[in-house]
């Protein structure tokens, strides 16, 4: 297990557009813009992923990695953290699992608050590996963490405030 900082565009998203809950992206949108710690945002390296796709979905992926070429990593959990700190403008500090002991080791930190406590931390690599592979045979598409933001900036589906403080610091 290492952190990381990563770009938006290096972060493969979640397909759970828009994010769920305007008050808890707020929240974490007032703690990043105030330049607070939030916790890391799980993630596995696009690679060892992409073993688990059927060949329609590594078609779907390898089509996807060609417009986006920095896109390196499949997040596990985090949409309103990666949300909340693109719009701020802050980098995304990520714990990346290459193993499944990076996971054990990992539980640990939820007690420290530097992890969520997530289904995530119930299952082995293989098993997360598999949780993404049938989250994307549901909805067969990508987007990285900075396209689902733009999209959701430019749809004007954000909570007040937001959208113009991302357009500020473009």
């Known amino acids: 297990m290492r952190t990381i900082e990563l770009e938006p565009n290096q972060i493969i998203t979640l397909n759970d557009y828009p994010v769920h809950s305007d008050s808890v992206l707020s929240a974490y949108f ?4 105030a330049g ?5 945002v799980p993630v596995i390296a696009k690679d060892l992923v992409r073993k688990y796709f059927d060949d329609n979905l590594l078609e779907e992926l390898e089509r996807f990695e060609r417009q ?18 693109t719009l ?3 980098r995304i500090l990520a714990i990346t699992y290459g193993k499944t002991e990076d996971i054990i080791e990992a539980r640990k ?9 997530s289904e995530t931390l119930d299952d082995s690599l293989e098993e997360n590996c598999k949780v993404l592979n ?7 598409y990508f987007m990285t963490v900075e396209q689902k933001t733009e999209k959701m900036v430019k749809e004007g589906i954000l909570p007040k405030g937001m959208t113009g403080y991302y357009r500020s610091l473009k």
């Open 109 to 117: 930190l939820v007690s420290t608050g530097q992890i969520l406590e």
């Open 30 to 33: 007032t703690k990043c813009k």
């Open 68 to 85: 986006n070429p920095s896109a390196e990593y499949f997040m596990l959990d985090g949409s309103h953290r990666t949300t909340a700190l």
């Open 36 to 40: 607070k710690n939030i916790p890391f």
């Open 88 to 90: 701020s403008g802050r």
């Open 134 to 140: 049938n989250h994307f045979k549901e909805k067969p």
